[in-house]
Each structure stands twice: as C-alpha cells, then as structure tokens.
C-alpha cells in the first residue's frame, strides 16, 4: 500500500548525521541549545527520548527530553541510578563509543531484573543505546531510550549511531572552552567592580576566582583540594552542602566567623539555565562580602525593621560591626548578663539563631 511503511519500527533518519552535526555546531556557539539538539537527535534516531549524563550518573549535570522526565525524576530520586545495570557499558563505550542492552543483557535478565521490570516497564520503556564520548577526562553517555514496541537498536543502527561519538567529543570540549571564557569573563566583570567572586561546579568544586575573594582566604575560610571549606563547623557544613550532587539545601548565603577579622558574608547565586557549565563545570556563583567594609544600618533603621529598641539596636550594629559581645557590653558600659539578654530579645525579633544570623541579615539592610 502506497505512502505506509511495512518496516515495523521507526528508523534512523537518512540525513541523521549531517544534521546532527549541524545541530552540534549551534549548541558549541550557545550552551543553552544542548537540550534542544538532544531532542532532535532522539526524534532523528527513532527513539522514544533521550538522556545526557555523565558516566558517574550525577543528577544535577543530567539533561533529558520532556518525555523522559518523570522516568528521569524517578531514575534519580529512588537512587537507581546508584544501582544501574547498564553501567556494564561503560568499557564497550568507551572502546567502541557504543553500547546497548543486547551487548551486556541475557533474555533472562530482561524478565528478572527489577532495572528493567520495575523503572523502565512501568513507563513503557525498555532498549537502550549509549553513545560515549569523553570530554576532559570524564565519559559521558547521550543514553537514547526505545520503548518496547519500538524495539532495540540493530547492528547497522549502532554503527551509524557510533559514528556520533567522535562528533559529540569534539563539540563537547568546544562548548568547555566557550563556557570557560565565559567564565572567566563574569570574574573579570566582578573584579572592575571590585566584587569577591568564586564560581562552583555541581560537585562544589572550585572553578574559578578572583583576585578578591583570593583575598578573603586564610586559616578561617580556604580552599582544600579544590573545596571552599571553613574552620566554624556550622559554616563548614553548609559549604559542604553546597556539592552535594542531589538534594542541595536551599541556602542563599553563608556566614563564615573568622577569629581575628569580621566575618565574611557569602551569597550563594545559582547560574541559571538547564545546559550552563554543562562542560566548563559552572554550576553556582559564590559572591563574598566582609560587613565592616559596607555601611552598617542606623539605629532607626534596625528600629524600624525588627522593632528594636534603642539599646537592643546599638547592640545589633556593635554585632554587626564586628565587635564580639563583651567588647559591645564595655563600649556601652553594661553587663555581661544585659548584654546577653538584649542579644537574647534581638535573636527572638529577627528571627535569628546565633550571631552569623544576625551579621547577615543586618548586612542585607545594609545593601
């Protein structure tokens, strides 16, 4: 019969390659294409959707097609990506840029296990081609997914589909030296305004910082291994937390106490965009501040704000300014315990917990 195809399932498209590589070319100008070419290249390839990743399966550097999203959602919130069969593929990805289920799946496995019959069966899913490609170092998958009725990818569709992986290599290290550039250019924006700045990757890694915040490094706030970490255990936990591939705290800025300078004040600032620092790594802008160099709010002001009084407000700017408690509580000739009860009634109007709390929200009024 005319105009219908007897070919059970969707194939390859006969222009698969050259588009792709067409599309590559626009995502390496804008990062923010990547989800839109992986899209294409799951309609292009037959597939019901598509996945980018990296090999060691982090969620937060994943992409994938709007109608992979709930398998993907469940993929990482029931933590089968820490359990997932098809990791068996990673060396024939990596020797032959390719792998699918056939290569490393027994019939049997397919019926028993539950990668197969709890995540992907109950939506539909089921056959699975990886085109490897490496970029710095690290092997990432563009994970092609066919449902059931779709059925696996042939032999003579893996060879085309394998051709992709050099493709993708190449355009995956220009995109790194694109975002790195640009990068490195927004640290050169905060440097004109004499702004500490540091960018993080998603594990929390250490980018890229400016001569600024290289300054407000020391024996209290310093760079480990690669890792911005602080001597205050509080403020350690919460850098820490920073990279934690998933279940990220929604924490907007961290105060960390230094011993023999004020504190300094982050502002954590995620880069917006699916695809930014896919390659380059840039993840979250880290913008540091020391409230002393910035005007401290006036009394009326912390009055106004929190319904302080008048002694409790001299206090909070002591505080903000840097002074511990018992050099405020000589300054304004009190006692110890009445400084500690005024300190007391500020944490109870404010809303704070401990005084870093307190430094940071006197130092947003003073913005």
């Known amino acids: 019969m005319a105009g219908v195809s007897h070919d059970p399932w ?19 100008i804008d990062a923010a294409r990547w989800p839109d070419l992986i899209d294409r290249a799951s309609r292009a390839s037959g597939s019901e959707g598509a996945l980018l990743l990296r090999s060691d399966r982090t969620a937060l550097d994943a992409l994938c097609t709007p109608s992979l999203a709930d398998a993907s959602r469940r993929y990482f919130d029931e933590g ?15 020797q032959r840029g390719i792998a699918v289920d056939q290569d490393f799946t027994s019939p049997e496995e397919f019926a028993r296990l539950p990668f197969y019959q709890d995540l992907l069966a109950s939506r539909g899913l089921r056959w699975f081609a990886g085109i490897g490609f490496e970029v710095k170092g690290q092997l990432w998958c563009l994970s092609l997914q066919r449902t059931i009725a779709q059925g696996p990818y042939e032999p003579h569709e893996q060879t085309r589909l394998a051709a992709l992986s050099p493709l993708l290599r190449r355009a995956g ?24 700045a540091l960018i993080l990757d998603s594990t929390g890694r250490a980018v890229c910082w400016n001569a600024a915040f290289g300054a407000l490094l020391g024996r209290d706030l310093k760079l480990a ?38 504190p300094v004040v982050i502002h954590v600032v995620p ?5 930014r620092g896919l390659f380059a790594g840039g993840c979250t802008l880290l913008l540091g501040s020391v409230p002393e160099a910035a005007p401290v709010p006036t009394s009326a002001i912390l009055q106004a704000a929190y319904r302080l009084t008048p002694a409790e407000a001299r206090l909070a700017q002591a505080v903000s300014g840097g002074a511990s408690l018992a050099e405020a509580a000589a300054r304004f000739a009190i006692t110890a315990a009445t400084a500690r009860s005024q300190l007391k009634a500020i944490f ?10 307190l430094v940071r929200l006197i130092a947003g009024l003073a913005r």
């Open 10 to 28: 969707i194939r390859l498209q006969d222009d698969l390659e050259a588009r792709f590589r067409e599309d590559l070319e626009e995502a390496v």
């Open 80 to 94: 089968w990506h820490r359990e997932d069969h098809r990791l068996r593929g990673i060396p024939l990805m990596r």
């Open 173 to 196: 290290l220009l995109t790194a030296m694109v975002e790195k550039a640009r990068l490195a250019g927004m640290n050169q924006a905060f440097d004109v305004i004499e702004r500490a």
């Open 225 to 262: 291994g690669g890792r911005l970490t602080a001597a205050e255990p509080e403020a350690a936990r919460q850098l820490e937390a920073l990279g934690r591939p998933a279940g990220r705290p929604p924490i907007s800025a961290v105060v960390v106490a230094r011993e023999d300078a004020s």
């Open 271 to 275: 880069l917006v965009g699916p695809s």
């Open 348 to 357: 109870a109007k404010t809303g704070a917990t401990r005084q870093s709390d």
